[in-house]
């Protein structure tokens, strides 16, 4: 299984709204990094688990909160986002070991959030 | 001067046509050199990676990388219009940066 789910595909949301972006994989990887991508740009970095301990923050807003349950698991709670926080929200995972082995990154599908 | 700079495009090109996409850098840390494939609306999908300087090939995708020049290129040959997508570089080192992409339509 070499691949990377993320749930929900699309999400919508009011600013006083609290969601979660979910994604999992199955491939025994130890690091798992949340990106948030804005139409015709490259995805931003926003966080690295590596073995389910937030290694980097890329200085992002209190608002995303991201939590690694399990070595399979990485979530990202969000709770009073504002519209320019409305991209595409990207879920991958590398085998590591270490904050810095990005290289064989595998990615998922997404998360399609908008903020009203 | 930005870390990793590629021309946006977008490039079109006949089918059957060999494809040059390319990147530069100025971080001499680098060291990891990949290439991304991302269709639209869809999450990147590694293409191929890199670690030394010199070419590397798989299938029809040849990756090469020039460190004394900054430089890294990714050639496609036979392009079909399946090959229509934005083709990200990325680079690692002390830090983790993709390039901001290449948008390639590849016309039937």
């Known amino acids: 299984d070499t691949e990377v789910t993320q749930t929900p595909k699309h999400l919508v949301m009011g600013m006083t709204n609290k969601k979660s972006l979910k994604c999992e994989q199955h491939m025994g990887h130890r690091a798992m990094y949340w990106y948030k991508q804005k139409a015709k740009k490259p995805p931003e970095l926003m966080f690295v688990?590596?073995?389910?301990?937030?290694?980097i923050n890329e200085s992002v807003p209190s608002r995303f909160s991201p939590e690694c349950p399990n070595s399979s698991l990485l979530n990202l709670h969000l709770h009073a986002l504002q519209p320019e926080d409305s991209a595409l929200y990207l879920c991958?995972?590398?085998?590591?070991?270490?904050?810095?082995?990005?290289?064989?990154?595998?990615f998922g599908p997404g998360t399609r959030l908008t903020v009203l | 001067q930005k870390e990793v700079e590629q021309d946006p495009g977008p490039l079109s090109v006949p089918e059957g046509a060999i494809v040059s996409l390319n990147c530069t850098y100025s971080n001499s840390a680098f060291q990891y050199f990949m290439w991304y494939r991302q269709y639209s609306r869809k999450g990147p999908e590694l293409l191929m990676y890199?670690?030394?300087?010199g070419n590397k090939e798989d299938g029809r995708f040849t990756a090469q990388v020039d460190k004394s020049s900054k430089y890294i290129s990714l050639f496609i040959r036979d392009s079909q219009p399946s090959d229509s997508a934005t083709y990200l570089c990325a680079m690692e080192g002390q830090n983790f940066v993709f390039g901001p992409g290449t948008r390639l339509s590849v016309l039937p």
């Open positions: 991958a995972s590398s085998r590591g070991p270490g904050p810095y082995s990005y290289n064989e990154q595998f």
């Open positions: 688990y590596s073995y389910e301990k937030l290694s």
């Open positions: 890199t670690y030394s300087s």
